[in-house]
């Protein structure tokens, strides 16, 4: 189990401007007790480990005059990004008096020297209408800088916070950031934002842009539902993105209820035989006269060619599943009359705005950032765990890549809603 202890910049040495309360009952929202923690498993099986509570704290180590804050946004873009960059911006300002808030542009190349744009200054008029888009302001980009140069730019401006916006491989880039500030023993606070439709975050069970990625996702099922019975043997295939993990797929499919058959690639499968994929669909076709498959995109690659090549972030390129699916089906089917409709939403899904609850859930995140920052809080993400949010160590998260247990209520709900034969193998 990794240390959840939250690392700090020091003792906290001023009074929170928020007038907020420590009295239950009061009708005034209350501060975030230092000492405030929730289990890691409320089943108590995991006992004594603990994450911290997020929140307000009465005392800050910043005061926020004179504080100078800045903001990347990094990786593939995001249902939500806007909005988290307009709360924090509003926080810092509103909340806290910060004045001075750089973005910086195109990701982490904008905090390099070979930057394409110098960095822009926020402001609440700035920032008042981005909600309504998708996408961000800032710009983004894969991959890491050198962790060197970059905290070179943050002394340089003088800043003393930096909020990253960004997924697994982004927080690898904040750690490497946050580290190289601790050598120097620098006081800037670097806090992350967990930003992903993949939902693949260690340690955190909901990253923001999920939930409006799954209603997309959701919609382009029903679409190959409605092709899939319009025709004799009709067979709907959507491929969803979501690298090593199933989540957009199988949460979409659950807010569908038309996928017939769901592939993640925590589960693997055997494509032929009889209790292979094909035949599965066989049957299905034999006896429902129609099929719905949804793939993830990182499902059944061991049916393909393995690729070397990695993204800028560091990920392996995925062999196109989808495609060869559709293929292979073809091959299968259509000789007996079916017809075969593939659709692969990719990045309709991601540059979409936010939807109500992402808004909701971008607001609090960027809410309880500027609150870990302001308390000198560093080398941290903002989590959600059991409803509550929480900080999680960067040194946590960058262990490894969250995925779907095969064994979880979440997997036999998709089975159940499916009802597909838990395994698909000969
Ligand atoms: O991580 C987010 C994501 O959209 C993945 O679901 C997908 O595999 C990947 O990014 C696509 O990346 P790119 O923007 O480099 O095409």
């Not at 003088?158 to 750690?175: A, E, Q």
């Not at 099922?221 to 993990?245: C, D, F, N, T």
Request: glycine letters at 12%; hydrophobic letters at 40%; proline letters at 7%.
């Amino acid at each position: 189990m990794p240390d959840f202890a939250t690392p700090t910049l020091g003792e906290p040495r001023f009074p929170s401007p928020l007038k907020l309360s420590n009295v239950p009952g009061d009708f005034i929202a209350d501060y975030t007790r230092p000492d405030a923690r929730i289990l890691y498993d409320p089943t108590g099986a995991t006992p004594g480990v603990y994450f911290e509570l997020a929140g307000p704290r009465e005392r800050i180590y910043f005061e926020g005059e004179g504080t100078t804050a800045g903001i990347v946004t990094c990786g593939g873009l995001c249902p939500g990004m806007n909005n988290v960059i307009r709360g924090l911006v509003r926080r810092l300002w509103y909340s806290y008096s910060v004045r001075r808030i750089y973005g910086f542009r195109y990701g982490f190349l904008g905090l390099a020297p070979r930057s394409p744009e110098p960095p822009m200054l926020l402001d609440p008029g700035v920032i008042a209408d981005i909600h309504l888009s998708g996408g961000t302001i800032l710009g983004s980009s894969r991959g890491p800088q050198g962790a060197e140069e970059m905290v070179d730019t943050l002394q340089r401006m003088k800043v003393n916070m930096l909020f990253v916006i960004g997924g697994d491989g982004s927080m690898r880039g904040t750690h490497a950031i946050y580290e190289e500030v601790a050598r120097r023993g620098a006081k800037i606070a670097i806090v992350g934002v967990p930003k992903t439709i993949d939902n693949d975050v260690l340690f955190i069970e909901k990253t923001f842009g999920y939930e409006t990625a799954v209603a997309i996702a959701a919609d382009a099922i029903k679409a190959a539902h409605v092709e899939a019975v319009g025709s004799p043997k009709g067979v709907g295939l959507v491929q969803l993105m979501g690298r090593s993990s199933g989540f957009i797929a199988a949460s979409a499919a659950l807010a569908s209820r038309e996928a017939n058959l769901i592939l993640v690639p925590e589960v693997p499968f055997d494509l032929e035989g009889e209790r292979g994929v094909m035949g599965y669909l066989r049957w299905r076709l034999a006896s429902r006269g129609h099929a719905l498959v949804v793939v993830a995109e990182g499902a059944g690659q061991e049916h393909l060619p393995k690729s070397d090549e990695h993204d800028a972030s560091g990920n392996v390129k995925l062999a196109d599943i989808g495609q060869f699916l559709r293929e292979r089906l073809v091959r299968e089917f259509k000789p007996e009359g079916a017809s075969i409709k593939y659709i692969d939403p990719s990045y309709i899904v991601r540059a979409a705005p936010a939807n109500a609850s992402d808004s909701i859930f971008c607001g609090q995140l960027a809410e309880e950032a500027v609150h870990a920052a302001m308390a000198g809080k560093t080398g941290v993400v903002i989590g959600y765990w059991a409803g509550r949010f929480t900080y999680v160590p960067l040194t946590a998260v960058i262990t490894g890549r969250k995925v779907i247990s095969p064994d979880s209520a979440f997997w036999r709900s998709v089975i159940e809603a499916t009802g597909q034969p838990p395994l698909l193998n000969n």
